[in-house]
């Protein structure tokens, strides 16, 4: 069945980095384009950024240009998310889902703490 597993969330201080990773398995990982969204208690959840099924293509949240880079690696089946220069604003639940607008699966989401 499709699993897709977050790892590498924590807690970071201000202006630290952290990368998440997304394993993936289940599915022709390579035929499919893969998002990063994140949630906080009370709000909606927000697009961090998306990657083309080749990782030709690749867009970001407002908020997270210039600070969070993604990227994937077709061979391990795994998509990652480097964040650096981090903000209390940017703590929350990290997900990763497959697909572009509406994805179909997630995982189960990495908690990551900006927090001095």
């Known amino acids: 069945q499709v699993q897709l597993v977050e790892s590498g969330g924590g807690l970071v201080q201000p202006g630290g980095s952290l990368r998440l990773s997304c394993a993936v398995s289940g599915f022709t990982f390579s035929s499919y384009a893969m998002s990063w969204y994140r949630q906080t208690p009370g709000k909606e959840r927000e697009l961090v950024a998306r990657i083309s099924s080749s990782g030709g293509t690749i867009m970001y949240g407002d908020s997270m240009k210039g600070r969070f880079t993604i990227s994937r690696d077709n061979a391990k089946n795994t998509v990652y998310l480097q964040m650096d220069n981090l903000k209390p604003e940017d703590t929350a639940v990290y997900y990763c889902?497959?697909?572009?607008?509406?994805?179909?699966?997630w995982g189960q989401g990495t908690q990551v703490t900006v927090s001095s």
């Open positions: 889902a497959r697909g572009r607008g509406n994805p179909d699966y």
